[in-house]
């Protein structure tokens, strides 16, 4: 009787704690969140491939985004810049090749109307970082091995990650990150990450 409640404690000892490895990947993702979700200062170059109902566009892209916002250069196939998007917390302004110059508080809007598709700027933000927008609620967490997100779901998109550039895990950045809600589907491949920097 006596070994029978010896077992039973160790049971629940068992049950009331993580795996090691768990334990670890969650420090691992509460450490990265942390450090990128206050990174302020970081440029990208890449290629987006964007899909609503059924119709499709593809560019090259610069993101350079500073602590006072951001500034994105949208280029056409042949390299031309097709639009630059200027974006703070108070206004948002694009300008076309064609000298169009558009401004809102919703860049989402400006794209649309100027180009005919448009990226979710401002959780692109974040979420290209490989982390999910500060202070709204995230569904579906997967993480990788490395504590890295693989997925997860935020303001009615879902956001998976296919691979990652750099170094060490706690330092390396998404190379291929895809968006996708109801009629729409955004893909963007990173060519280079420079992260602090602001020229």
Not at 117 to 124: A, N, S, T
Not at 171 to 198: E, I, K, M, N
Request: glycine share 12%; hydrophobic share 40%.
């Amino acid at each position: 009787m006596r070994f029978a409640w010896l077992l039973l404690a160790l049971m629940l000892g068992g049950c009331a704690s993580l795996p090691p490895d768990r334990a670890v990947q969650h420090a691992d993702w509460t450490m990265r969140v942390a450090h990128l979700q206050s990174a302020a200062d970081w440029r990208l170059d890449g290629r987006v491939a964007v899909r609503v109902d059924g119709k499709g566009w593809q560019a090259s892209l610069r993101w350079q985004q500073r602590p006072a916002g951001y500034e994105i250069d949208i280029y056409g196939p042949l390299g031309r810049i097709l639009a630059r998007l200027r974006g703070n917390p108070r206004t948002v302004v694009l300008q076309t090749a064609r000298g169009e110059r558009y401004q809102a508080a919703d860049p989402e809007r400006l794209m649309n109307q100027a180009l005919g598709w448009q990226l979710p700027v401002q959780g692109m933000r974040y979420w290209l970082l490989g982390v999910p927008v500060p202070g709204e609620a995230t569904e579906g967490l997967a993480l990788d091995a490395d504590g890295r997100a693989q997925t997860f779901r935020q303001a009615g998109w879902t956001v998976t990650y296919d691979n990652y550039l750099g170094g060490p895990a706690d330092r390396s950045l998404p190379q291929r990150v895809t968006l996708v809600r109801p009629g729409v589907r955004v893909r963007l491949v990173v060519d280079s990450w420079d992260l602090g920097h602001a020229g």
